[in-house]
């Protein structure tokens, strides 16, 4: 993923968006193998993988319904049977009760843009969300699809700061240290953090078959074509690619506050 273009926005604040009826469909992309964490994922699908008493999935529905987005297309393939049991036991209707979600098999080996492609079907208005099943932020959504409004473009991406994961050294030439950092932030630096806006007219660079990713030749196309544009979040954002991510958002989960929590108790 290329970083933002120059004249990406900042995060700005929200305005009220619109009624329920009307608001974007949220796509969550749920349907990878999770390779890099096989201790959970070889009899789970990642996102039924539980960050405290809940599983992730359930913090990221909680996070975009917090913000007014309730209507939601869940992108299944690796195992995904436990996931719609999940919705219909009494943990997911106590979490999803009085959403609008909808759970479509798209296959084990689809990649990403082709799980999108697969659900356009359940795609109404002119623009819907995608995020991905394994991210958590603070992010302002309604921010986000305020930004996607202004710029005028085809897709929006959230730029985000890599997390820290190793100290930095600053060398001189005869091999003393002259700055040692622990784990800095990369506040230079840009990369894909998912929370996406797209118009529907994204979906014609979409394919429903199995090797269409997301990430590569439709969003290189749309930012060959100057369609994309990025909004820079520079707050909280982590994904659980691994063991590790997992250890650390489940501790901060523990140690109370997390800083991802943006709504209410249901």
Not at 34 to 60: F, N, Q, Y
Request: hydrophobic share 35%; glycine share 10%.
């Amino acid at each position: 993923m290329p970083p933002p273009p120059d004249d990406a926005l900042t995060t700005p604040p929200a305005s009220p968006i619109e009624n329920h009826e009307n608001s974007p469909v949220v796509v969550i992309l749920c349907g990878g193998q999770g390779t890099r964490l096989r201790e959970h994922t070889a009899h789970m699908p990642k996102p039924m993988v539980r960050i405290g008493d809940e599983p992730i999935l359930a913090h990221i529905m909680r996070h975009y319904a917090h913000h007014g987005f309730d209507r939601f297309v869940l992108c299944l393939g690796h195992k995904g049977q436990q996931i719609t049991d999940w919705l219909a036991s009494p943990e997911g209707q106590r979490v999803c009760g009085g959403w609008d979600v909808a759970a479509v098999d798209t296959g084990i080996p689809a990649g990403t843009g082709a799980r999108i492609a697969k659900v356009a079907d359940h795609l109404d208005g002119e623009r819907f969300m995608v995020t991905y099943g394994d991210g958590l932020s603070d992010v302002d959504l309604r921010a986000v699809l305020q930004a996607h409004r202004a710029h005028g473009r085809l897709a929006t991406v959230t730029g985000v700061n890599p997390p820290p994961r190793f100290g930095q050294l600053v060398l001189d030439a005869d091999d003393g240290v002259r700055v040692f950092s622990e784990k800095p932030q990369q506040t230079d630096t840009w990369i894909n953090g998912g929370f996406f806006v797209f118009e529907r007219a994204v979906l014609q660079y979409l394919s429903t078959d199995d090797d269409c990713l997301l990430e590569r030749g439709p969003l290189d196309r749309l930012a060959q074509l100057g369609q994309l544009s990025a909004v820079r979040h520079t707050g909280f954002w982590q994904c659980m690619d691994t063991h590790r991510d997992w250890a650390l958002l489940t501790r901060m989960w523990t140690e109370g506050d997390p800083p991802w929590k943006t709504w209410a108790p249901r």
